[in-house]
């Protein structure tokens, strides 16, 4: 029997290719702005895409596939695709939850401790020749038993709180609604209360329109000039313009951040900064999280090509 077609769209390592391949007749595209150069008969028969760009797939680009029923994205983060134009097509959408949720935690932590304890500042001295020179390197601030607030207490945010709860930090969360936490965790009904209210401030949310500069400079002023903010959900949920002056004029105490705006092309201002740890949108990059997207991934894609229900739908 023929393989079906399958659209591929993005780059994938080899792992996620060859098993594609071997189900599937694949055509790989480089983003969405490519589709509109395919066959037209290929284009009537598309059922389904593989997923893995940050470009906008929107209507347009979804019309120009007549038999479209599925995008399957690689990675939780779906904001590149048009939900509602899909939704109106009767287009299912899948992502990759879960997971990746203990590495994009386990990374959080990190970067919170690596921050307070200003590691990358520490090891630059030290490389620099300047400990034998000058003696120690000035102190650091405690993590253990402060106070820390999540910005949106979803999967990935719950599995930072909970890590964090072994280093007795006060847990304190912003969502939408209270959840069913342990009770000596703090619900804050906005951004603002909340970073008020900590020393450390972790961004958890989805990106997307909704939430764009949902961590204001507001926000940013109420967690002060001792205060750090760390963010693993996307550049575009901070106002970025507001945290680069603040962390320019000591008004924000420092930054740890994955994700930022435009990236991979990042504001330069950044690079000068010795108060921000920035790191290259690390926080599902490892072997075995990564492997496991791919595997759900085609999990999804295989679901809706037998005509089950799929695994982890969007919509
Ligand atoms: P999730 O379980 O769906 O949690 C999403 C969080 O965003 C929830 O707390 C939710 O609020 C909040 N949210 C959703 N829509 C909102 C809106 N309109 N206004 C305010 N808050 C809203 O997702 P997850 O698995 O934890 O992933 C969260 C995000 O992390 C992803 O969307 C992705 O952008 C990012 N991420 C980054 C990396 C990385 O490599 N750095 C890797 C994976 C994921 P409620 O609590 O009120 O429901």
Redesign the pocket.
């Known amino acids: 029997m023929a393989r079906p077609p399958l659209l591929v769209i993005g780059r994938y390592p080899d792992w996620d290719l060859q098993p594609m391949r071997q189900d599937f007749d694949v055509t790989q595209l480089a983003g969405p702005e490519e589709i509109a150069g395919l066959d037209a008969g290929l284009r009537g028969v598309v059922r389904a895409i593989a997923y893995r760009s940050q470009r906008r797939l929107g209507g347009a680009e979804m019309d120009l596939l007549q038999g479209l029923g599925l995008v399957a994205k690689f ?3 779906f904001e590149a695709i048009d939900v509602a134009a899909a939704r109106a097509r009767g287009v299912r959408v899948t992502n990759t ?1 879960d997971v ?2 203990d590495d ?1 935690a386990d990374l959080a932590v990190a970067m919170l401790i690596a921050q307070a304890r200003r590691m990358l500042p520490a090891t630059r001295y030290l490389r620099a020749g300047r400990w034998a020179k000058e003696g120690p390197v000035p102190l650091a601030g405690t993590v253990s038993g402060r106070r820390v607030g999540i910005v ?6 719950r599995a930072i709180a909970d890590r964090l709860t072994a280093f007795k930090m006060e847990i304190h969360y912003h ?3 209270p ?1 069913p936490v342990p009770e000596d965790w703090r619900f804050h009904d906005d951004p603002v209360s909340l970073a008020a209210a900590v020393d450390f401030l972790v961004v ?4 997307g329109s ?2 764009e500069g ?1 961590v204001s400079a507001q926000a940013l002023s109420a967690l002060g000039s001792e205060g750090i903010v760390v963010n ?3 550049g575009s949920t901070i106002d970025e313009a507001a945290m680069l002056d603040a962390l320019e004029a000591g008004r924000l105490g420092g930054a740890a951040l ?2 930022f705006r435009g990236e991979p092309e990042i504001d330069p201002r950044f690079l000068k900064l010795e108060n921000v740890l920035a790191l290259p ?4 990059a490892t072997v075995s999280t990564r492997q496991a997207m791919g595997a759900l991934q085609r999990a999804n894609i295989a679901a809706f090509h037998e005509g089950r229900a799929v695994l982890t739908p969007v919509v």
């Open positions: 990675g939780v983060g939850p990746l949720s994009v949106g207490l979803g999967r990935i945010g969502s939408r609604a959840k958890a949310i989805v990106g909704e939430t949902y693993i959900s996307r994955d994700v949108h690390i926080g599902s």
